[in-house]
């Protein structure tokens, strides 16, 4: 004897994409945060305990020169300001906005590059000199990794919102979620600023 299937809860009215931490997406990008984050943190535990043995730090090159980092860092901090107003106009719906803003962020992810390319030589070492070498350019080499993969997505996301899934509410959840990673790029920068730049002046 089979029984009548009755539903337990009708969810037919419910939208079919959610934003923010109603997003399966969401989610996922924390948890890829949370990842990257975890191994920013194992650099950073290392550089300090390389500095911690050694007699001389920097190890055969003097301290490395802040400018062209203080220039990164300034266009990183800068950039948070479009980079929220486009996560708001991606809530809103706005899609003209968001084209704009998407724009905006692509540059703010191109121009960095720029005093990036002399953060290199601004190390006064190569990465295989020796230790310290390794580690400052494999800080520097992740950090600008994360910056391109967050510049790539940003360009993949500007050309969806130029077409009609451009009001699609998944891809403007997308654009929010590009948007949290951005913020965690430049938060990361910041403690990696500090190492790069500030251990070998205090010590």
């Given at each position: 004897?089979?029984?009548?299937?009755?539903?337990?809860?009708?969810?037919s009215?419910?939208?079919?994409?959610?934003?923010?931490s109603?997003?399966?997406?969401?989610?996922?990008?924390?948890?890829?945060?949370?990842?990257?984050?975890?191994?920013f943190?194992?650099?950073?535990?290392?550089?300090?305990?390389?500095?911690?043995?050694?007699?001389?730090?920097?190890?055969?090159?003097?301290?490395?020169?802040?400018?062209?980092?203080?220039?990164?860092?300034?266009?990183?901090?800068?950039?948070?300001?479009?980079?929220?107003?486009?996560?708001?106009?991606?809530?809103?719906?706005?899609?003209?906005?968001?084209?704009?803003?998407?724009?905006?962020?692509?540059?703010?992810?191109v121009?960095p590059?720029?005093?990036r390319?002399?953060?290199?030589?601004?190390?006064?070492?190569?990465?295989?000199?020796?230790a310290y070498?390794?580690?400052?350019?494999?800080?520097?080499?992740?950090h600008?990794?994360?910056?391109?993969?967050?510049?790539?997505?940003?360009?993949?996301?500007?050309?969806?919102?130029?077409?009609?899934?451009?009001?699609?509410?998944?891809?403007?959840?997308?654009?929010?979620?590009?948007?949290l990673?951005?913020?965690?790029?430049?938060?990361?920068?910041?403690?990696?600023?500090a190492?790069?730049?500030?251990?070998?002046?205090?010590?």
């Amino acid at each position: 004897m089979t029984h009548p299937v009755r539903p337990v809860l009708d969810v037919s009215d419910l939208p079919l994409h959610g934003s923010g931490s109603a997003s399966p997406t969401w989610w996922g990008t924390l948890a890829f945060m949370l990842i990257e984050g975890t191994g920013f943190v194992l650099l950073i535990a290392v550089y300090l305990y390389l500095a911690s043995l050694a007699s001389t730090w920097p190890l055969g090159a003097p301290a490395p020169a802040p400018w062209a980092g203080i220039a990164f860092s300034a266009l990183l901090l800068v950039s948070l300001v479009p980079n929220f107003l486009v996560a708001r106009w991606a809530e809103r719906r706005d899609v003209r906005r968001v084209r704009i803003g998407l724009v905006i962020m692509t540059l703010f992810g191109v121009v960095p590059l720029v005093p990036r390319a002399f953060e290199f030589p601004a190390l006064h070492v190569m990465w295989d000199s020796n230790a310290y070498g390794s580690i400052t350019w494999t800080l520097l080499g992740l950090h600008t990794t994360h910056l391109v993969t967050d510049l790539i997505d940003t360009i993949v996301l500007l050309a969806l919102m130029c077409t009609r899934h451009g009001a699609n509410p998944r891809r403007l959840g997308d654009v929010q979620d590009n948007a949290l990673y951005w913020n965690f790029v430049v938060v990361t920068w910041l403690p990696i600023f500090a190492c790069i730049y500030g251990v070998p002046w205090l010590l």
